[in-house]
């Protein structure tokens, strides 16, 4: 029996502005909000001239998922995760293909209650090894994503964010501190594109991603959604496999996954396999190691090979993996050490 928190729980990461309102630091759109007012993502809110988080403790569901789906390749692979989410989003993708969530208000979903040690539980009660804040963007709920990772790490377990990493700098160690992994969206790679499509900056998400792989020690792996005709041109993809080249350097996983069409953009077509092929194959000559395809099946753009012999090391077919030849975090053929987490 999950205990009901009593909502709603003061938030971190605000201030007061000089209109009297307060302002929200946590991500850099800075909503400022007067007394009753959300803020764009809907669930962190002005109750008494202070800042509350509403959506604390108020999971939407659970899942039980394989960890590829999240997706990450190269952290526990075969493994289960928890994952869940809650309503609400701090960015405006016309794309979103979760957008019955990240676009709806508290109201309108069957919303549970959760305490970090409710979730925490349900991860040991099903024996899964990590739990998922995903579905919605957990920046969002970085004060409930925090005290579970708190909990979880003290239990053993991982925690994994998905997200857009559209954080501060002010907010984002403490949001993501202790955290195993990590699948960033890097959603294209044009401020056009960021602000036109996610209402949201190119700039912030960059910056984030340099911190995460130069100051934690969080797994991390990339993710693209190509959509025809916006972000799926050779130059774009070439501007962007040389960036993560000079700046993450060449052993950060990226899945290239396929568009479909929903939410605020159901006239575009489902992005053609043959795109995905090309953004892979664009992003191996560029020096990048390992390089996936998602939302289609390709059992070729799944799999895993070793960067040294070429070999197969991880064999997936969707979401399954069938094989793994590997001995501890070599190649079990050359023994070249695969990027990633194992055990």
């Not at 979730?119 to 579970?148: Q, R």
């Not at 992003?283 to 289609?296: D, S």
Request: proline share 5%; glycine share 8%.
């Amino acid at each position: 029996m999950m205990e009901k928190i009593h909502s709603p729980v003061l938030a971190k990461w605000w201030e007061p502005s000089a209109t009297g309102k307060i302002r929200c630091t946590l991500c850099p759109r800075f909503c400022e909000m007067g007394e009753g007012q959300h803020g764009f993502c809907y669930i962190r809110k002005n109750e008494g001239n202070r800042l509350v988080s509403i959506g604390y403790g108020r999971p939407t569901g659970f899942a039980i998922d394989p960890v590829e789906k999240k997706p990450l390749s190269h952290f526990l692979p075969g493994s289960k995760i928890l994952s869940f989410g809650t309503a609400g989003c701090n960015l405006g993708c016309k794309f979103c293909q979760n957008w019955t969530m990240s676009k709806a208000k508290l109201d309108d979903l069957n919303s549970r209650y959760a305490t970090p040690s409710d979730v925490v539980g349900l991860a040991k009660h099903y024996h899964t090894p990590s739990i998922a804040f995903t579905y919605n963007d957990p920046v969002i709920f970085g004060e409930y994503a925090a005290d579970i990772t708190e909990l979880a790490t003290e239990a053993g377990i991982h925690t994994v964010f998905v997200t857009a990493g559209y954080v501060t700098a002010g907010a984002r160690e403490e949001v993501f501190r202790g955290a195993a992994a990590a699948n960033v969206d890097l959603k294209g790679f044009t401020e056009r594109f960021y602000k036109q499509l996610t209402w949201s900056d190119l700039h912030s998400v960059l910056d984030t991603l340099v911190w995460m792989k130069e100051k934690t020690n969080i797994w991390l792996e990339l993710t693209t959604l190509l959509i025809p005709g916006e972000n799926d041109s050779t130059e774009e993809l070439k501007a962007m496999s040389k960036w993560i080249t000079e700046n993450l350097g060449t052993r950060v996983p990226h899945h290239f996954t396929a568009f479909h069409p929903d939410f605020k953009m159901t006239d575009r077509q489902r992005t053609p396999a043959a795109t995905l092929q090309k953004a892979r194959d664009i992003a191996l000559e560029a020096g990048i190691k390992y390089v996936y395809t998602g939302n289609v099946h390709d059992p070729n753009g799944q799999t895993t090979y070793c960067p040294g012999c070429g070999g197969k090391v991880i064999t997936r077919d969707w979401h399954s993996v069938l094989s793994i030849n590997m001995h501890g975090n070599a190649c079990a053929k050359c023994g070249t050490v695969i990027d990633g987490v194992f055990a």
